[in-house]
C-alpha cells in the first residue's frame, strides 16, 4: 500500500472514530468551521498554516486514531472501489483544506483588499489596518508590506477624512519603517514625511502623537531622510513643541527624544556636516528650561539631549551658559532632586537621574574649558 494511500485511511479511520465520539455526545459528525473543527491541525508558528508536512498530518492522524477502529476502518478501506477510495480521498483533501489556516502574506492581502475597495465602510477600512498594524510588526512583514502593494495603500489613508484612520495609517508606518531601512527608504521614495510632520500639528492628540512616532522611526539613523526632515523645517517643528508648555506632554517627550536621537546620530557621524538648527540659541534654551519640568522622565531626556548636543562641535559652551543659563538650571535640577530622594519609592531612579545630571554638568564645564 503507498504512502499516500496509507495516509488516506488513516486519516479517514482518525476522523470516522472522532466523528463517532462527537455524535456520541450529541455533537455534529464534522464541523467545517476551522476555529470548532475536531479535525483542526496543530498550531505551527513557523509553517503558513495548516500541516507542515505529510509526516506531521500522519502523526496527527495516528495520534488522534483509537487503535482498534483504525484496523478496523483499514479492513474495511482495503475492499473499497477505486472509484469509492478516491472519493474518501477527496473528502480527506476537502477537510484538510478547511482547516488550513491563512499565512500572514494572505491575510496582509486581504487588508490591503479591503483598503483598497472604495466601497468599504469606515469600520471595515479601521478594521484592516488594525490587522496590518498588528502585522507589519515581524521584520519578514514589513518588508513584503511594499511588494504587496500595502505601503501605497496606507500612505493614502494618510489622506483619509477620519481622523482615527490617519491615526491607525501613522502608527502603521512607524511601527514597519523602525529600524528597517528598506522600509524607511520606500516611503522616503513615496515622500511621506513632509504630510506626516504636517499630521504632527493635528488638533487631535492622539493623531499628533502617532504622527511624530512616524516621523522619528523614519528618519532614525537615516541620513537621506534627515536631510529632508531639515529640508521641511523640522528643527523649527521640534523647538515649537518644546516650548509650549501646554501641549500634550507625550508629543513633547517623543520631541525632545527625536532631538536626542538626532544629536547622537550626528555624534557618530563626525565627517558629515551638522545641521545649523542644533547651534539654535532658541530650541537650546527650550531643550534646557524642560529640566525644571515636574516630570521627571520629562527631565531625564532632556538631559539625554543636552549630553549629546553639548558633545556637537557646532554648539558652543558660551550659548549654553550666558543665553540658556544651563548653570542655574543643573543646579536647580540638584536640589529639587536630592528633595525627592526622601521618596522611598522613587528614590532608585532619582538617583540615576542626579548622577545623569552630575554628568551632564562636567561635559558642561569641560567645554567651557575648551572653548
Known amino acids: 500500500m503507498d504512502r499516500t494511500l496509507c495516509l488516506t485511511l488513516i486519516l479517514f479511520a482518525a476522523a470516522m472514530s472522532l466523528a463517532d465520539s462527537n455524535y456520541s455526545s450529541g455533537g455534529l459528525l464534522l464541523s ?4 470548532d473543527s475536531v479535525l483542526a491541525p496543530p498550531d505551527n508558528s513557523d509553517s503558513d498554516g495548516g500541516f507542515s508536512s505529510m509526516d506531521s498530518m500522519l502523526h496527527w492522524a495516528i495520534s488522534h486514531s483509537d487503535p482498534e477502529k ?3 476502518s483499514a479492513q474495511a478501506q482495503q475492499r473499497l472501489s477505486p472509484s469509492e477510495l478516491q472519493k474518501r480521498q477527496m473528502e480527506i483533501k476537502e477537510i484538510m483544506e478547511k482547516t488550513r489556516m491563512p499565512s500572514d502574506a494572505e491575510l496582509m492581502k486581504i487588508a490591503i483588499s479591503d483598503l483598497n475597495n472604495m466601497s468599504a465602510s469606515l469600520e471595515d477600512r479601521y478594521r484592516a489596518l488594525q490587522e496590518l498594524l498588528e502585522l507589519v510588526e515581524p521584520l519578514d512583514n514589513a518588508n513584503d508590506l511594499h511588494k504587496l502593494g500595502g505601503l501605497l495603500v496606507i500612505t493614502q489613508e494618510l489622506n483619509h477624512s477620519d481622523p482615527g484612520i490617519r491615526t491607525v495609517a501613522a502608527w502603521i508606518l512607524g511601527k514597519a519603517s523602525q529600524n528597517n531601512p528598506i522600509v524607511q527608504q520606500q516611503a522616503l521614495e513615496l515622500r511621506v514625511l513632509s504630510k ?6 493635528s488638533n487631535s492628540l492622539e493623531e499628533a502623537n502617532k504622527a511624530l512616532y512616524a516621523v522619528s522611526a523614519l528618519i532614525r539613523n537615516n541620513a537621506a531622510s534627515q536631510q529632508v526632515f531639515y529640508a521641511e523645517a523640522g528643527g523649527r517643528m521640534l523647538q515649537d ?3 509650549n508648555a501646554d501641549l500634550d ?3 513633547r517627550k517623543k520631541a525632545v527624544l527625536l532631538l536626542a536621537d538626532l544629536a547622537a546620530y550626528q555624534l557618530e557621524n563626525v565627517d558629515s556636516d551638522g545641521s545649523p538648527f542644533f547651534n539654535d540659541r532658541d530650541l537650546l534654551k527650550s531643550i534646557v528650561d524642560l529640566t525644571a519640568s515636574p516630570d521627571l522622565d520629562l527631565q531625564e531626556k532632556a538631559l539625554v539631549a543636552i549630553k549629546s548636543l553639548l558633545q556637537l562641535r557646532i554648539t558652543e559652551a558660551v550659548v549654553f551658559r550666558d543665553f540658556c543659563a544651563l548653570d542655574y538650571a543643573l543646579n536647580r535640577m540638584k536640589q529639587s532632586l536630592h528633595a525627592s530622594m526622601a521618596d522611598e519609592y522613587q528614590r532608585d531612579y532619582v538617583m ?5 545630571r552630575d554628568e551632564v554638568e562636567q561635559i558642561f564645564h569641560k567645554k ?4
Do not use: C, G, Y
Request: without cysteine; charged residues 30%; positive net charge.
Open 70 to 72: 483504525l484496523k478496523e
Open 368 to 371: 567651557l574649558v575648551k572653548q
Open 196 to 201: 506626516l510632520m504636517n499630521m504632527v500639528k
Open 241 to 243: 513643541i518644546l516650548r
Open 32 to 35: 467545517t468551521d476551522a476555529a
Open 249 to 251: 506632554i507625550r508629543l
Open 352 to 356: 540615576d537621574l542626579e548622577s545623569l
